[in-house]
């Protein structure tokens, strides 16, 4: 067990150093089409999730925790999509991405803490905390959307 | 005097006053935006270019709020923009939408703002910058684009087009986000709902016109307006987000139709150029 962990870290350290230098390379319309799939896919969970909160679908444990985990993957992918090599490609992301950065990374920082927290909650048996959850997920989403997204 | 003798029962009814002020929003200039806030009790900030408003608090609280305005106080300040002690307010609140209010839905919504729970909390004074701290100009700027008047059923348009058009330019106030401005901060009449690059809150506002209105069919629409999500799991963006959770989510499905329904008929117009 424990040789195949450190085998397995020195594989995520080694390989998230060489990707980042990887990705320092990747042309911007590239990383605007991966930013972008992963927003795309972060609706496909989200809906879901969305019509149980709102309840238009009944409550599934085992779905909502299978959606949240994939969704606690996905909120963490593509923020390199926001490089500052992007700026001029054509999207729907403001200027004030690039300008107010640090306000940007609060918002993106926000998802994952939230999405995480749903994951959690997901795993026990308070639907009513869910519920709430994933509206306050809805929340950051939309509020990221205000400041930073062409309506 | 004659007050005390004969109980006045109120002119309006304060259950569809409840209805209207969800239709009309009051809540959200009106109320903190923080947790177990108290609805109307003032608070919000609204920061546009011309400084930062701070919505007051209208419980009906002897000092606080506007315990000691009559009726005929609350439809003036609906109707004209102008304050119980005749200075005028400024146009950060919608009033140049609220003037089209009919006579008998200010009532209803005074006489559900009288029902309200009186709140002491302290209204903040705007922070605005000079000169448009200055009340008195505002009477310049009411000259130059506000006009006083009930909404005026068009009699070539049904009554549900009527409705919506009501629901959307009187009592929801949409163009007051929803059209593009002047410097000045008034609007600019031939961008009517056509969005904005920059809305008061220096946020990008959608185009409720046809031209981008289109691209959303009626379902998608309805889905929307009641819940802020996308068939795609998208989500509104949070002012909106709140417009829909206060107002358009609280609307009668004919209300709403009647809405979806005005929108679809304004005239398109294109997005400005950026």
């Not at chain 1, 403001?94 to 803490?113: G, S, W």
């Not at chain 2, 106030?173 to 002047?182: D, I, N, Q």
């Not at chain 2, 209105?213 to 998608?220: F, I, P, S």
């Amino acid at each position: 067990m424990k040789k195949s962990f450190f085998a397995a870290t020195a594989a995520v350290v080694l390989g998230v150093g060489v990707a980042q230098s990887a990705f320092a390379q990747v042309k911007p319309e590239i990383l605007v089409k991966q930013r972008q799939a992963k927003m795309i896919l972060q609706g496909k969970y989200l809906g879901p999730l969305f019509a149980v909160a709102q309840g238009k679908a009944p409550y599934n444990a085992a779905a909502v925790q299978r959606d949240a985990g994939f969704l606690d993957n996905l909120t963490r992918m593509a923020w390199d999509g926001f490089d500052p090599s992007t700026r001029n490609e054509k999207s729907r992301a403001l200027p004030a991405i690039y300008d107010n950065n640090a306000k940007f990374k609060e918002y993106a920082n926000r998802l994952e803490n939230e999405v995480s927290r749903l994951v959690t909650l997901s795993k026990g048996g308070d639907e009513a905390a869910v519920k709430a959850q994933i509206s306050a997920i809805g929340k950051t989403c939309g509020g990221c959307h205000d400041d930073f997204r062409q309506k | 005097m004659c007050a005390l003798a004969f109980p006045v029962l109120a002119q309006g009814d304060a259950k569809r006053g409840a209805y209207l002020a969800k239709a009309a929003g009051c809540a959200g200039c009106h109320t903190e935006v923080k947790k177990n806030a108290v609805l109307y009790a003032g608070g919000r900030e609204l920061k546009t270019p011309f400084g930062t408003f701070h919505g007051p608090n209208i419980t009906p609280h002897a000092e606080a709020g506007i315990g000691r305005w009559s009726e005929a106080d609350f439809l003036r300040a609906l109707r004209t923009g102008v304050r119980p002690d005749g200075a005028h307010y400024f146009p950060a609140f919608p009033y140049p939408s609220f003037t089209q209010i009919a006579d008998a839905d200010a009532r209803d919504l005074w006489a559900y703002m009288r029902s309200l729970p009186p709140d002491s909390r302290a209204s903040r004074p705007h922070d605005l910058s000079f000169p448009f701290s200055l009340r008195f100009l505002v009477g310049f700027w009411k000259w130059l684009y506000f006009s006083t008047g009930p909404f005026v059923a068009d009699a070539g348009r049904t009554p549900a087009l009527n409705r919506g058009a009501y629901l959307v330019g009187a009592l929801g106030h949409c163009g007051e986000c929803h059209t593009a401005r002047t410097a000045l901060g008034g609007p600019k009449r031939d961008r009517l709902l056509a969005g904005a690059a920059k809305g008061p809150e220096g946020k990008s506002v959608a185009n409720l016109t046809p031209a981008k209105l289109k691209k959303w069919d009626d379902h998608e629409l309805r889905e929307f307006l009641l819940g802020g999500i996308t068939p795609d799991g998208d989500v509104a963006a949070e002012t909106m987000g709140e417009v829909i959770r206060n107002t358009t989510s609280q609307l009668t499905p004919e209300d709403l139709t009647a809405v979806i329904a005005y929108l679809r008929s304004l005239p398109a117009i294109a997005d400005e150029p950026r």
